[in-house]
């Protein structure tokens, strides 16, 4: 198949972008970056035409679509920065993604979505990953939508980060009591469900929780890592109240002095408070995925 990636750059395009190579389809990839150092190390590798262009964009998505088979939609974000807004982005996106493929007539969309996204949701992040999927499941495409809980691999943002605060902190930060429930899923059982689901009819108007062995703590988590690494440390538990003047506080200052997307926000303080865990029988039986324990799955690189 020929098959139209976007969000194809970012940490869970790019073991997708592997995987679909490694299936033999051939790679359309769309870049908001085109002439970046790992977009076109990663278009050389998986032998991915790049089509420059972003979601935010409608032209540039229509001419992106000939000859496509396929699309794989993954744009996300987690932080907010100027006209990157969740809405914007998420919600915005999505209806534009959707109308280049029935413009096209790209019939199969598999659209990334996240667990906890349900209506009224409290988040904005889940609100406009819902209103994603509501476009998705009214487009009349072939469509298949897929939620997964916190993701986790070589090159996440999350276990790495405390990996990393473990090497040199005594202590490691944990916001509240640190108990909600995290259901974390290996980077390479999301890319592979996507890319299973491409020749699999049955997945076709399904949405599918996607989440690994193990329902664990926020502090189970952290308690994962240190054991992987073999490192004690101390958990300093910031009171919930502090963190949101924290978060207000890098919201205003890391977009208006720095240019970039804060570190941490308010929303995503809404979501920590959640718990994030799912039923991932169904696409484990359909996909064929193995869970593997975390702590054998974050040992696989943070040992490395
Ligand atoms: N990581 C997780 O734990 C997790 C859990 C549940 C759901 N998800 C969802 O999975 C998806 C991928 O997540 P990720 O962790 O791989 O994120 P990521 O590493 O931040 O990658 C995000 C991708 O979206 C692209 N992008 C952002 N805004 C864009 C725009 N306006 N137009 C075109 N491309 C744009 C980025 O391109 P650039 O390279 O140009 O920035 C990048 O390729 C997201 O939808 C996210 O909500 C992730």
């Not at 995987?19 to 150092?37: E, M, V, Y």
């Not at 689901?197 to 049955?202: F, I």
């Not at 240190?226 to 977009?255: D, S, W, Y």
């Amino acid at each position: 198949m020929k098959v139209f990636v976007t969000g194809g750059s970012g940490f869970v395009g790019r073991e997708i972008l592997r995987q679909l190579h490694a299936a033999g389809h051939s790679i359309r990839l769309l870049a908001r970056h085109p002439n970046s150092k790992h977009v076109q190390q990663d278009a050389a590798r998986f032998n991915a035409e790049i089509h420059p262009g972003n979601v935010l964009d409608p032209a540039s998505l229509t001419t992106g679509l000939a000859n496509i088979d396929a699309i794989i939609h993954l744009v996300g974000i987690i932080s907010e920065i100027g006209s990157n807004t969740y809405e914007n982005v998420h919600t915005r996106g999505a209806q534009n993604m959707v109308t280049a493929a029935q413009q096209a007539g790209v019939k199969r969309f598999l659209q990334m979505s996240a667990l906890g996204t349900r209506p009224k949701a409290i988040a904005r992040y889940h609100q406009s990953k819902w209103a994603a999927e509501e476009i998705v499941r009214r487009s009349g495409l072939d469509w298949t939508i897929f939620r997964p809980s916190i993701i986790y691999g070589p090159d996440d943002q999350f276990v790495n980060l405390f990996a990393r605060i473990s090497k040199f902190s005594p202590a490691l930060p944990v916001i509240g009591s640190g108990q909600s429930k995290l259901q974390p899923v290996p980077v390479a059982d999301v890319a592979s469900s996507f890319v299973r689901a491409l020749k699999e009819p049955q997945s076709i108007g399904q949405t599918y929780d996607l989440a690994g062995r193990d329902v664990l703590s926020f502090v189970e988590v952290l308690d994962a890592i240190l054991a992987v690494t073999n490192r004690k440390r101390l958990k300093l538990h910031i009171p919930m109240g502090l963190a949101r003047f924290q978060a207000a506080a890098l919201e205003f200052i890391f977009p208006k002095l720095l240019g970039k997307a804060p570190p941490l926000n308010c929303d995503q303080l809404i979501m920590l408070g959640e718990d994030n865990s799912g039923n991932p029988e169904r696409a484990n039986a359909l996909f064929h995925l193995r869970p593997t324990p975390f702590r054998e799955g974050i040992a696989s690189y943070l040992k490395a």
